[in-house]
Each structure stands twice: as C-alpha cells, then as structure tokens.
C-alpha cells in the first residue's frame, strides 16, 4: 500500500471522525448538563438534512441551506425541549429513553408524511465539487476538506463558548452542580432550552453538510446515533474534549479497519474468504475499541468517575 | 407506527355481497409489503402497480394490504393473521429476500399461493422451490448475472466489485463472476446500511481498475455514487437497476447521468403494454413508474389472467393456468422455468436526464430468454 494511499485514508478518517464529532458534542453536551439520554438525537440530523435539501431546492444556495438547516433544526430542538424533554429531567434514565424512542417514531412519520418516502435531492455545491490535488499527490474531494475545516472551526468555537463565554460557565456550573446555580438565581430552564437547541442545531449542520455527500431519507439519523453515543462513551459522557478526542479515535478506526483487515485476513483464510471475514471484522473494530477503552478507563478518556 | 391494513375496494363484483361471497366469485389477496422505513418506496411502488392492474381490469379481487416495517418478525404475525383471520387466497408483496425467507416457505405449506412481485432468494428458486410459489420478477442472480455479461460485451477486463456483507450482497457478487470473464481488479464487502465510502473509493483508484461494478441498494446506493462522482474517479460503473431506479434518480441527480445497469424492464422498452402502464401510472400517481412498480402490475395481471381461465376451487388448474402466464407483460416475453421463475430478457440501461426528470432508456440486450442458476436443482417438472 502507497504512503499517497495512505495518507488519503487517513484524511478519510479525519473526515469521518469529524463529522462523527458534529454529532457527538450535542449528545455529550446534554447529557453533561442535563443528564438526558436523548435518542432523538438521530431523528434532529435528520431535520437538518431535509432542511438544507428543501431550501437549496428552492433557492440553489448552499449557504442559505445550511443556516435553514441550522435553524430548523435548532427550532425543533427548542420545541421538543419545551413540549416534551422538559418533564423527563427528574425521570430515570429508562423514563428518558422511552419518550424519545417515541419522539423518533413521530419526528420519522413526520417527516414521511411532509416529504413522502422517496429520498430528497441535495447535492454538493459547484464552488465545492470536485477534488483538489493536494501536496504529495493526494486528490482528496474540495468539499470533504471542507467538512474537516468547518468541524475543527465548530470543534474550537465550542471550546472557546464552554472556557471563555459567561453562557460556558453556566453550563459547566449546571454539570457539576444544578441545584446551586438555580439558587444562585441562573434561570437554569432557559439554559436547558438554550444547551438543547445547540446541540440540535450541531446535529443539524452534521445533517445539511452529510446530507450532501449521503441521501437524505426518512431514518438516516439512527445508523449515526448509534456511533455517536460509541463516541461519547469512549470520550467520557459529558465531556466536549472527549467527544473531540473519541469522535477522531472512532472515525481512524474505522477507516483503518475497513481497508486493513481484509487485506490482514488474507494470509490467514484465503482469497476467498478475506474479503467478507475482514468486512465483518472491521464492522465490530470501533466496539472493539469502546471495549478496550472501557476496560482501561471506566468512564471513558475524559469522564469523571 | 403500525398502518393498519387498508381494504383496497377494488372488488365491484362482491361490493353487494359482502367479503364473505369474495371467495366464490373472486379472490382474497393478502399484501405484506414495506411500506415505512427505509425500503418503503420500494413496497409504495409494488403495491400501487398491482391495484393499478387489479383497478384497470375491474377484477373482483379484495386486496388488503399491510406493512412489515422491513421487519421478518413483524412479517411473520402479519401472515399469520391474513391467512388464519382473513383466509385470504393468495399472498404477495414482500420485498425484502430476508422477509421473504421467513413467511413463503410456511405460506405455500398452509396451501395459499404466493406470488413474488420482488424478492427472489435463491433457496426458493432451488431445492425449496414449490408449486404453490411463482416468482414475478426474477432470481435475486438475475440483473447481476447480466451485469457481468454485459461487462464482457463492453470490454471491461480489470472491474473492482463491492456489496454490502449479507446474503444478497454475497449473492450479488457471485451472480456477477458467474457470467463475467475478466479479472478482478479488486472484491470488497461494505457494512450493511455503511453510508461513508471515502475509504473504499481511495482502493477502487488505487486498484488500477477499469471500472466499478456495485451492488448497493437504496439510500446505500445514493451515498456511494454521489461521493464516486465527487471524488474525480472517472471510470465507468455498472450495477443492476436496483440502485438506479425511478424512486432515487432524482436524489442522485448528476451524478448517476451515464451509469449503465441491467434491468428486465425500463420505462422505454417498446410494447403496447408497456406504454399503457407508464401512460396510466403517471396519470393515477402522478410520478413515473419504477420497476418495482412494472413488478406489482405484472403480478396483477397474471393473477387475474388465471382467474379467467380457471376456477379458483380447482387448484391443479388455477397452478397450470398461472405457469402458462399467459397474460401481457409489461417487459414483453414473459414465461416460467421448471421452478416458477421467470426465463425473460434482460436489458443494459443508461441513465439519462428528459427535461428535469433523470431516468433510463435501453441502449442493449445483456442476456436473451434467461433463466436461473438453481432450476437444475428444482425436483417441479
């Protein structure tokens, strides 16, 4: 295998954690401050992409489409919290998974019933399309950079709201104390509101930006939810460092196990049989991983025990 | 999520008599189809071409139609309750080879006639062929088998193949080597429901290929050939017409334009049948058909062909009056194999865009008369 080759599939991997990271952090950041499992999660992604596929449909901008998507899913988020999220705060962890299994079930027959069951259409703008040939020879797709860079720009923009902004303390505060700041007299509902709709408006942008290069279809939330909560257990639950740091381990993982183990197998069972026993292998690689990290540290890389 | 089951009143015979006459002067047909989820607009398609053949005809059929949610469990409880609470007479509408393997084989044992509008799993088509089940459509081998003899025609020699890691996926491949004669540049299995495949597209360019063939159905399908066609890999590609139908040419948009794929049937395939069917359905649904939906309308009317040639209650007659599918098919020439599988043509298609509209025209003819691997192994006569 090439150094090109490979430096490509570890862009890939990049690429792939970062959008992973997207998703995560509105997961980890709810359930640090409200201790919410939210599967809904999936079904917000999933408003994000139909957003951004409707209105680039209507306008043919991009931009305009992934602040729809920003929007809308931020909008759903905020709505959610208030009609339903809201009751399950004092609830079990069980109590929380059931109600938004519902809100999958809704929020899927939903958007089934506004835009039927055939995929959207939304593609890749001509400002991004193509690929770029990069230093070394690597032709790697404009708009897959593109994800890297807009990841890593949300990656620090969280970091600096979290350390640097008065909103990043409250919510630090909320995480390691809820009753003290409510007394402190933080209006801690509204910044229940305001920590859902951002983490829903992240699954959004992962949503519009994936949305472009996947189809955008009833359901394609849940195969990302499923990782995304891999991520945030690797990461440590709660914890935006960790979610950067297990959505990168997750996406190289994965990557690498995709294009190295069927190519290990080989010596081992054969031509015939490397390539479906490699593909299976490399489909548990990253519960692998979780298993491994859990087994060293049992709240995750980042998480307080 | 359960859609409860929707009596399709197409039965103007029996409206007057009730269900319980349905069984004396027509047929009870019970639909179990996929009609939410992913898969769901392939079930849309299937069911709306059958009450489209059953509407047009004006047969006193009664469908009741009913959703898996691409689930066998689920299948299986909906099977139940259509053959023991409804007695319906016939089945059909499964989509999904799995959900096929869990409800026909206990269906036709319990002495209701199944009718493939899709799924075409390979045990069904071999050893556990029966006389109660006639597949529609094709072997799950078929469009692939062509694909690879399509690939020999066009001189491909050095093509890298990839499909999801599950039977049909497997299945799919196997299809494809059985017919193509050139090397292999590269053989790759992806995760089922995988939506990524920046890693795969970096070995199909590093493999030093000529083209791609692939397998990937559904949303599956839409990923690969968008990130395919944004990565500035040019080589052709070839699939079966799964992953370039009607229901998702238009979210791939561009970047399907060219891509050739073996189909038993395309919107253009010249009879006087067929032109009817694609006039009609645009005029009922108000979208163009796909195959599925070619499917759902054959099965209809090979149904309702039998029907006029033989009583129901005689059962050996209906059977031989549904081998000799004597009815007009949507694909043109259309007959049985030993096991109840179609011997048709199957076509090489190009994806073209009419307008705004992306869809397929037929530029060849892969294989002529074609019938399955798994006859030989069929005991039926």
Not at chain 2, 151 to 176: E, K, M, R
């Amino acid at each position: 295998m090439s150094t090109v080759l490979l430096l490509e599939q570890l862009l890939n991997g990049l690429q792939f954690g970062v959008m992973l990271f997207l998703m995560a952090a509105g997961l980890t950041l709810i359930f640090g401050v409200m201790g919410l499992i939210n599967l809904a999660h999936g079904a917000l992604y999933m408003i994000g992409a139909f957003a951004a596929a409707t209105v680039a449909g209507l306008t043919g901008s991009f931009l305009l489409a992934l602040v729809a998507a920003l929007a809308a899913a931020a909008a759903a988020g905020a709505l959610i919290e208030l009609a339903v999220i809201r009751r399950l705060y004092g609830r079990d962890h069980l109590d929380q998974v059931l109600a938004t299994f519902a809100l999958i079930l809704i929020l899927s027959e939903g958007t089934r019933w506004l835009f039927g069951s055939f995929p959207l259409y939304l593609d890749v703008p001509p400002w991004l399309a193509g690929p770029v040939t990069l230093p070394g020879g690597i032709d790697y797709p404009r708009y897959r950079l593109a994800v890297i860079g807009v990841g890593l720009a949300v990656a620090a923009g969280l970091a600096w709201l979290i350390a640097g902004t008065r909103l990043g303390i409250r919510i630090r505060a909320g995480e390691a104390d809820r009753e003290m700041i409510a007394a402190l007299g933080v209006d801690i509902s509204r910044l229940y509101t305001l920590v859902f709709a951002l983490g829903a408006a992240l699954a959004g942008l992962a949503g519009a930006l994936v949305g472009a290069i996947q189809s955008v279809q009833v359901g394609m939330g849940e195969p990302v939810l499923i990782l995304a909560f891999v991520v945030i257990v690797i990461g440590g639950i709660g914890s935006i460092r960790g979610a950067f740091v297990g959505a990168l381990l997750v996406g190289l993982t994965d990557t690498a196990g995709r294009v190295f183990l069927p190519v290990l197998m080989l010596p081992l069972v054969g031509a015939q049989q490397a390539a479906t026993v490699g593909s299976a292998l490399a489909s548990v690689a990253i519960y692998v991983l979780m298993a491994l990290v859990l087994i060293v540290r049992p709240a995750g890389l980042y998480g307080r025990v | 999520m359960t859609v409860k089951g929707l009596m399709a009143a197409a039965l103007v015979a029996t409206m007057a008599v009730g269900a319980a006459a349905a069984a004396e002067d027509g047929l009870k047909v019970g639909m179990i189809t996929t009609l939410s989820g992913g898969g769901a607009g392939l079930g849309i398609d299937v069911r709306d071409g059958f009450l489209l053949a059953v509407k047009q005809a004006g047969a006193p059929i009664a469908v009741i139609v009913e959703d898996d949610q691409q689930k066998p469990d689920i299948a299986v409880q909906l099977a139940d309750k259509l053959i023991q609470a409804e007695q319906v007479d016939v089945m059909t509408g499964i989509i999904f080879s799995n959900i096929a393997m869990a409800v026909v084989p206990s269906a036709v044992v319990q002495g209701r006639l199944y009718l493939s509008p899709n799924a075409g799993p390979s045990q069904l088509a071999g050893a556990a062929c029966d006389p109660n089940y006639f597949n529609v459509a094709w072997q799950n081998d078929n469009l692939h088998e062509a694909a690879g003899a399509y690939a020999n025609s066009a001189g491909l020699a050095n093509t890298f193949i990839l499909a999801p890691n599950y039977p049909a996926g497997q299945d799919a491949l196997t299809g494809f080597k059985r017919f193509y004669t050139g090397e292999l540049a590269g053989e790759l299995y992806t995760t089922l429901g995988q939506t990524d495949y920046a890693a795969e597209i970096a070995q199909i360019r590093a493999s030093g290929a000529d083209s791609v063939f692939f397998f990937l159905p559904g949303g599956m399908g839409i990923s690969f050939l968008k990130q395919y066609s944004d990565s500035g890999v040019d080589m052709p590609v070839i699939g079966p017409a799964f992953s370039f139908d009607q229901g998702i040419l238009q979210a791939v948009g561009a970047a399907a334009l060219g891509v050739r794929n073996t189909s038993q049937w395309s919107p253009d395939l010249d009879n006087p049948t067929n032109a009817a069917f694609v006039e009609s359905f645009q005029a009922e649904y108000g979208r163009l058909p796909s195959l599925y939906a070619s499917q759902g309308f054959d099965t209809a009317n090979l149904l309702i062909s039998a029907m006029g040639k033989a009583d129901f209650a005689d059962r050996d007659a209906f059977r031989a009056a549904l081998k000799e599918a004597d009815f007009d098919s949507t694909r043109g020439a259309f007959r049985f194999n030993t096991n109840q599988h179609p011997i048709q043509d199957i076509y090489v298609r190009e994806v073209i865009q009419d307008g705004d509209i992306f869809t397929n025209r037929i530029v060849a003819t892969a294989l002529r008369d074609h019938g399955d691997a798994y006859a030989a192994d069929c005991p039926m006569e």
